[in-house]
């Protein structure tokens, strides 16, 4: 069975940094996109930051010049740089990630989701 562990959310003051990370245990084939989105509360849930097998990383525009996303595939890790933070950023982040098993199908996994509180 495929697992993500998330760590790293807290409490922080505005301007403040933190780092999340996500791994991944089980049978994997190969791991293909792998990122962060985020939910407010209220609020619908939004891609912070993707990043293929590759390295090539989609941010959204809001944390632009402010985030970092990267991977270790070799952990099957993915973690999340976060600088600069602001109020708005506060949200519940769920790592997800597009795996396939040795059968070759195609599967979706997100992880539990880690609170980061940004106060003013």
């Known amino acids: 069975q495929v697992q993500l562990v998330e760590s790293g959310g807290g409490l922080v003051q505005a301007g403040g940094s933190l780092r999340l990370s996500c791994a991944a245990s089980g049978s994997i084939a190969s791991i293909n996109p792998m990122g962060w989105y985020r939910q407010a509360l209220g609020k619908e849930r939004e891609l912070v930051a993707t990043?293929?097998?590759?390295?090539?990383?989609n941010y959204a525009d809001s944390v632009k010049g402010r985030f970092t996303v990267s991977r270790d595939n070799g952990k099957k890790t993915v973690y999340l740089q976060m600088n600069s933070l602001k109020p708005e950023d506060t949200a519940v982040y769920y790592c997800?990630?597009?795996?396939?098993?040795?059968?070759?199908?195609?599967?979706?996994?997100w992880g539990q989701g880690t609170l980061v509180t940004v106060s003013s």
């Open positions: 997800y990630l597009n795996w396939r098993d040795w059968t070759g199908r195609s599967r979706d996994i």
């Open positions: 990043i293929t097998s590759g390295g090539s990383a």
